[in-house]
Protein backbone atom coordinates (compact mmCIF):
# COMPACT_ATOMS: atom_id res chain seq x y z
CA UNK A 1 0.00 0.00 0.00
CA UNK A 2 2.67 2.66 1.35
CA UNK A 3 5.24 1.13 -1.11
CA UNK A 4 3.27 1.82 -3.90
CA UNK A 5 2.64 5.46 -3.00
CA UNK A 6 6.82 5.82 -2.61
CA UNK A 7 6.94 4.48 -6.17
CA UNK A 8 4.58 6.87 -7.17
CA UNK A 9 6.46 9.98 -5.26
CA UNK A 10 9.87 8.17 -6.64
CA UNK A 11 9.11 9.11 -9.89
CA UNK A 12 7.22 11.78 -9.76
CA UNK A 13 10.71 12.98 -7.94
CA UNK A 14 13.03 11.83 -10.95
CA UNK A 15 10.77 13.38 -13.45
CA UNK A 16 10.79 16.88 -12.17
CA UNK A 17 14.38 16.44 -11.64
CA UNK A 18 15.11 15.39 -15.45
CA UNK A 19 12.81 17.29 -17.17
CA UNK A 20 13.78 20.78 -15.69
CA UNK A 21 17.63 19.90 -15.46
CA UNK A 22 17.45 19.46 -11.21
CA UNK A 23 21.34 17.67 -12.02
CA UNK A 24 22.44 21.30 -12.62
CA UNK A 25 20.91 22.45 -9.82
CA UNK A 26 21.60 22.78 -5.84
CA UNK A 27 20.74 20.31 -2.51
CA UNK A 28 18.08 22.68 -1.33
CA UNK A 29 16.19 22.43 -4.46
CA UNK A 30 15.67 18.66 -4.29
CA UNK A 31 14.77 18.95 -1.08
CA UNK A 32 12.46 21.54 -1.92
CA UNK A 33 10.85 19.36 -4.40
CA UNK A 34 10.77 16.04 -2.61
CA UNK A 35 9.52 17.77 0.57
CA UNK A 36 6.36 19.13 -2.22
CA UNK A 37 5.64 15.58 -3.73
CA UNK A 38 5.71 13.62 -0.03
CA UNK A 39 4.06 16.19 1.65
CA UNK A 40 1.10 16.54 -0.74
CA UNK A 41 0.57 12.12 -1.45
CA UNK A 42 1.31 11.92 2.32
CA UNK A 43 -1.58 14.03 3.95
CA UNK A 44 -0.85 12.06 7.38
CA UNK A 45 2.58 13.27 7.74
CA UNK A 46 2.43 16.36 9.95
CA UNK A 47 5.63 17.69 8.99
CA UNK A 48 8.30 17.31 6.20
CA UNK A 49 11.68 18.61 6.07
CA UNK A 50 15.23 18.87 6.04
CA UNK A 51 18.06 19.93 8.44
CA UNK A 52 21.46 20.30 7.07
CA UNK A 53 25.23 19.54 7.95
CA UNK A 54 26.52 22.88 8.45
CA UNK A 55 30.11 22.69 10.62
CA UNK A 56 29.48 20.31 13.64
CA UNK A 57 25.48 21.05 13.93
CA UNK A 58 22.41 20.50 11.69
CA UNK A 59 20.69 23.67 10.63
CA UNK A 60 17.33 23.76 8.85
CA UNK A 61 16.28 23.94 5.40
CA UNK A 62 13.15 23.64 3.57
CA UNK A 63 10.01 22.07 5.39
CA UNK A 64 6.41 22.16 5.11
CA UNK A 65 4.71 21.98 8.62
CA UNK A 66 4.76 24.04 11.34
CA UNK A 67 8.05 26.05 12.86
CA UNK A 68 10.86 23.95 13.30
CA UNK A 69 13.55 24.23 15.60
CA UNK A 70 16.64 26.03 13.66
CA UNK A 71 19.08 24.08 14.54
CA UNK A 72 20.41 20.84 16.14
CA UNK A 73 23.58 19.65 17.91
CA UNK A 74 25.04 16.26 16.50
CA UNK A 75 23.93 13.63 19.11
CA UNK A 76 20.83 15.49 20.44
CA UNK A 77 17.45 14.83 20.13
CA UNK A 78 16.39 11.89 16.78
CA UNK A 79 17.72 13.86 14.29
CA UNK A 80 20.72 14.74 16.22
CA UNK A 81 21.31 10.90 16.92
CA UNK A 82 20.64 9.78 13.54
CA UNK A 83 22.81 11.80 12.22
CA UNK A 84 25.67 10.95 14.90
CA UNK A 85 24.99 7.38 13.97
CA UNK A 86 24.56 7.63 10.11
CA UNK A 87 21.51 5.96 9.88
CA UNK A 88 17.67 5.76 9.61
CA UNK A 89 16.00 6.17 12.93
CA UNK A 90 11.89 5.31 13.51
CA UNK A 91 10.90 6.52 16.69
CA UNK A 92 7.13 4.97 17.29
CA UNK A 93 6.49 7.44 20.07
CA UNK A 94 8.69 10.59 20.67
CA UNK A 95 8.22 10.71 24.06
CA UNK A 96 9.86 7.83 25.17
CA UNK A 97 13.08 9.04 22.86
CA UNK A 98 15.34 10.48 26.14
CA UNK A 99 16.65 14.07 25.08
CA UNK A 100 13.89 14.18 21.93
CA UNK A 101 13.37 18.01 20.63
CA UNK A 102 9.49 18.93 20.72
CA UNK A 103 9.68 21.67 18.34
CA UNK A 104 6.23 21.31 18.21
CA UNK A 105 4.03 19.37 20.55
CA UNK A 106 1.60 17.54 18.22
CA UNK A 107 4.26 15.27 17.24
CA UNK A 108 3.96 11.87 17.97
CA UNK A 109 6.34 9.61 15.81
CA UNK A 110 8.66 10.48 13.56
CA UNK A 111 11.06 9.15 11.12
CA UNK A 112 14.50 10.41 10.39
CA UNK A 113 17.11 9.20 7.24
CA UNK A 114 20.78 10.74 6.91
CA UNK A 115 21.28 11.99 2.82
CA UNK A 116 24.75 11.33 1.86
CA UNK A 117 26.56 13.05 -1.17
CA UNK A 118 27.91 11.24 -3.85
CA UNK A 119 31.55 10.96 -2.49
CA UNK A 120 29.40 9.54 0.92
CA UNK A 121 29.44 12.49 2.94
CA UNK A 122 26.55 12.80 5.38
CA UNK A 123 24.91 16.41 4.06
CA UNK A 124 21.51 16.18 6.21
CA UNK A 125 18.88 14.37 7.34
CA UNK A 126 15.26 13.88 6.10
CA UNK A 127 12.86 14.24 8.91
CA UNK A 128 9.09 13.48 9.08
CA UNK A 129 7.30 13.77 12.08
CA UNK A 130 3.21 12.41 12.10
CA UNK A 131 0.44 13.45 14.71
CA UNK A 132 -0.44 10.22 15.21
CA UNK A 133 1.83 7.47 17.50
CA UNK A 134 3.36 4.57 15.35
CA UNK A 135 3.17 5.87 12.19
CA UNK A 136 6.20 4.88 10.44
CA UNK A 137 7.54 1.41 9.73
CA UNK A 138 10.30 -0.67 7.20
CA UNK A 139 8.10 0.49 4.47
CA UNK A 140 8.79 4.11 5.32
CA UNK A 141 12.07 3.35 5.94
CA UNK A 142 12.39 1.77 2.49
CA UNK A 143 10.60 4.51 0.63
CA UNK A 144 12.29 7.32 1.83
CA UNK A 145 15.70 5.62 1.54
CA UNK A 146 15.54 5.47 -2.20
CA UNK A 147 14.14 8.78 -2.29
CA UNK A 148 16.85 10.34 -0.79
CA UNK A 149 19.30 8.27 -2.58
CA UNK A 150 18.67 10.84 -4.99
CA UNK A 151 21.41 13.56 -3.28
CA UNK A 152 24.10 10.75 -4.21
CA UNK A 153 23.24 11.03 -7.52
CA UNK A 154 23.42 14.55 -7.87
N1 LIG B 1 11.87 16.15 16.50
C1 LIG B 1 13.17 16.49 16.10
C2 LIG B 1 13.39 17.97 16.07
C3 LIG B 1 13.03 18.58 14.79
S1 LIG B 1 11.39 18.79 14.61
O1 LIG B 1 10.64 17.62 14.78
C4 LIG B 1 10.97 19.60 13.30
C5 LIG B 1 14.25 15.84 16.88
O2 LIG B 1 14.14 15.49 18.07
O3 LIG B 1 15.28 15.66 16.28
Known amino acids: MKASAYEECYGAIVAIWKDEGGNTLD???????????LANRFTTYYWT?????????????????????LQIQFGKGVCGTAAAR?????????????????????????????????AGELIGML??????FDAF??????????????????
Do not use: W
Open 27 to 37: DIALMATINSV
Open 86 to 118: RETLIVPDVNQFPGHIACDAASKSEIVVPLFDP
Open 127 to 132: DIDSDQ
Open 49 to 69: GFYRVCGDRLVVGPYIGTVGC
Open 137 to 154: DEEDRAGLERIVGLFRQT
